[in-house]
């Protein structure tokens, strides 16, 4: 039996197993940092469709004026366009919502 050997590990596989690791790390990082990019766009997403929902919401509680329109209500842009007719109605648009509301003439 040689006296020299002694069990555990070379320098060389512990330089490797901390390369590994480094990369490892590094690559969950990247990730972790898409992933709350990622995030943080479907958060801004959100609130955009909440805001032009609760402005179409406040056109339908408070009717607007009868008047083909383009404003900005609630930090959010908006257009009417009225519906000829007998009824006070027009189309509200706000972002992507599009909905007939009623007007007051």
Known sequence: MNGSLKPGFTLMEVCVALSVLAAGIVVFGRYLD??????????????????????MESLVLTPPACLDSSFTLNGVDASLKVVPGVK????????????????VR
Do not use: K
Not at 34 to 55: K, S
Not at 88 to 103: D, E, F, H, I, K
């Open 34 to 55: 898409g992933f709350n990019r990622v995030r943080a766009q479907e958060r801004l997403h959100v609130n955009e469709i909440l805001a032009a929902a609760q402005t």
């Open 88 to 103: 006070p109605l027009a189309w509200a648009q706000v972002g992507s919502l599009r909905r007939l509301v009623r007007c």
